[in-house]
């Protein structure tokens, strides 16, 4: 058939197309791939006008709905809140957007709509001209043998129903080289609500590391049932036992399989979107720098990540031969998933409740920089002297 009757056939049917439904327009489409030989999805381009013009231009198609402004917002709320994926940028919107408004001006309604009920592919799709790559490079932790025999192994997942089971880890910021002392930081994620705590180490000692686990139970707006940990010493030791055991409900304290770095897989994600991006590969060999990282940890980072911050939480996993198939939930805060917990205690309740009504994402992140700022300050300053 010459180019010109498929011009014919594709006019005549084009017309039908438009005011068929769902049934005939399959049978549309079927009689044009049978009469002209097009793809099935080439087809359908042309019958709805929206077919490739020259140089990959567009020709015809449905009309632009989101614009530059909604761009614009996107790409500002996606850059405040430290670069989430679509997915969880769309959870995010009705947390950020009143305190962006409040900030830079009430939106025009159209444009406050459109935001709103932006989908995740929308959003990854106006985020496009704004991506940005980073590289990993460095991190270390050394293996820890005392009472190896005594902490039990957890090889499976917990499958956990509450929360209060954190799995722990530690990052290192020696730079390009891992002698000499200089910081760590400890984190812990609790695996039913994403909540997570930090706290900088200088050089990880166990003593320090049971005074920091201290604190960070202390301010838990749940309680302590369950603690998992890597092979390192720096939780493999006598003084964690202690603090563990010598309580009238003991904690569950368990241990992974040595260089099997699923086994805490919760806690290993964080170490590159919650550590490194935050504080980077520098080496942090000046102990007043401790207290800095430590003051931006326990506050307005903390605050951050647990009612700023929606994560995903796996729900199911199948392998088809080679290809496996995840389902993920919504994303939601940690506060969310917490208040969403029907055992959690009144008082934490209206503690979660208060502390969302009252924060601002954006004055906590102008807070986090600042206090970046600062850090950089006097990492720069540690390196001129050293020189």
Same mark, same amino acid.
């Given at each position: 058939?010459?180019?010109? #009757?498929?011009?014919?056939?594709?006019?005549?049917?084009?017309?039908?197309?438009?005011? &068929?439904?769902?049934?005939?327009?399959?049978?549309?489409?079927?009689?044009?791939?049978?009469?002209?030989?097009?793809?099935?999805?080439?087809?359908?381009?042309?019958?709805?006008?929206?077919?490739?013009?020259? !140089?990959?231009?567009?020709?015809?198609?449905?009309? /632009?709905?989101?614009?530059?402004?909604?761009?614009?917002?996107?790409?500002?709320?996606?850059?405040?809140?430290?670069?989430?994926?679509?997915? /969880?940028?769309?959870?995010?919107?009705?947390?950020?957007?009143?305190?962006?408004?409040? $900030?830079?001006?009430?939106?025009?309604?159209?444009?406050?709509? $459109?935001?709103?009920?932006?989908?995740? &592919?929308?959003?990854? !799709?106006?985020?496009?001209?704004?991506?940005?790559?980073?590289?990993?490079?460095?991190?270390?932790?050394?293996?820890?043998?005392?009472?190896?025999?005594?902490?039990?192994?957890?090889?499976?997942? %917990?499958?956990?129903?509450?929360?209060?089971?954190?799995?722990?880890?530690?990052?290192?910021?020696?730079?390009?080289?891992?002698?000499?002392?200089?910081?760590?930081?400890?984190?812990?994620?609790?695996?039913?609500?994403? %909540?997570?705590?930090?706290?900088?180490?200088?050089?990880?000692?166990?003593?320090?590391?049971?005074?920091?686990?201290?604190?960070?139970?202390?301010?838990?707006?749940?309680?302590?049932?369950?603690?998992?940990?890597?092979?390192?010493?720096?939780?493999?030791?006598?003084?964690?036992?202690?603090?563990?055991?010598?309580?009238?409900?003991?904690?569950?304290?368990?241990?992974? /399989? &040595?260089?099997?770095?699923?086994?805490?897989?919760?806690?290993?994600?964080?170490?590159?979107?919650?550590?490194?991006?935050?504080?980077?590969?520098?080496?942090?060999?000046?102990?007043?720098?401790?207290?800095?990282?430590?003051?931006?940890?326990?506050?307005? %980072?903390?605050?951050?990540?647990?009612?700023?911050?929606?994560?995903?939480?796996?729900?199911?996993?199948?392998?088809?031969? #080679?290809?496996? #198939?995840?389902?993920?939930?919504?994303?939601?805060?940690?506060?969310?998933?917490?208040?969403?917990?029907?055992?959690?205690?009144?008082?934490? !309740? &209206? %503690?979660?409740?208060?502390?969302?009504?009252?924060?601002?994402?954006?004055?906590?992140?102008?807070?986090?920089?600042?206090?970046?700022?600062?850090?950089?300050?006097?990492?720069?300053?540690?390196?001129?002297?050293?020189?």
């Amino acid at each position: 058939m010459s180019i010109a #009757s498929r011009k014919e056939v594709v006019a005549r049917l084009r017309g039908k197309y438009a005011r &068929a439904g769902a049934v005939y327009r399959r049978q549309l489409i079927a009689e044009l791939c049978s009469v002209c030989g097009y793809e099935r999805k080439y087809a359908i381009k042309v019958l709805t006008g929206n077919r490739p013009g020259p !140089r990959g231009q567009r020709c015809g198609g449905g009309v /632009r709905v989101y614009g530059a402004r909604e761009a614009q917002v996107v790409t500002a709320l996606w850059r405040v809140a430290d670069y989430p994926c679509g997915k /969880r940028l769309a959870a995010m919107v009705p947390l950020w957007l009143p305190a962006y408004e409040a $900030r830079h001006g009430r939106l025009p309604p159209t444009v406050r709509m $459109r935001v709103q009920r932006a989908s995740a &592919a929308t959003l990854d !799709r106006l985020l496009i001209p704004a991506r940005a790559h980073t590289v990993r490079r460095y991190g270390g932790t050394r293996p820890g043998h005392l009472l190896r025999t005594q902490i039990p192994v957890r090889c499976e997942s %917990w499958n956990v129903d509450r929360p209060g089971y954190l799995e722990a880890d530690t990052v290192a910021h020696g730079g390009a080289a891992a002698t000499g002392d200089y910081m760590h930081s400890l984190t812990l994620t609790d695996i039913f609500s994403g %909540w997570i705590e930090q706290a900088a180490l200088w050089n990880k000692g166990a003593t320090q590391v049971v005074t920091r686990t201290r604190e960070i139970e202390a301010g838990l707006p749940f309680t302590l049932l369950g603690f998992d940990c890597d092979n390192g010493s720096e939780f493999l030791n006598h003084h964690l036992v202690q603090y563990f055991g010598q309580r009238p409900q003991a904690v569950q304290f368990t241990r992974s /399989r &040595a260089y099997h770095k699923n086994d805490n897989a919760h806690v290993e994600q964080k170490n590159w979107t919650k550590v490194r991006q935050l504080l980077g590969y520098a080496r942090y060999d000046q102990p007043e720098l401790v207290n800095l990282v430590q003051d931006l940890y326990r506050n307005e %980072w903390r605050l951050l990540q647990n009612f700023f911050q929606p994560v995903m939480k796996l729900v199911t996993k199948q392998r088809r031969g #080679s290809r496996v #198939s995840k389902t993920y939930d919504r994303p939601q805060t940690p506060a969310q998933r917490l208040l969403a917990w029907p055992g959690l205690a009144p008082e934490q !309740r &209206a %503690w979660l409740h208060r502390q969302q009504q009252t924060l601002d994402p954006l004055v906590l992140t102008d807070a986090v920089r600042r206090k970046l700022q600062r850090i950089r300050r006097a990492l720069q300053e540690a390196a001129a002297h050293a020189a």
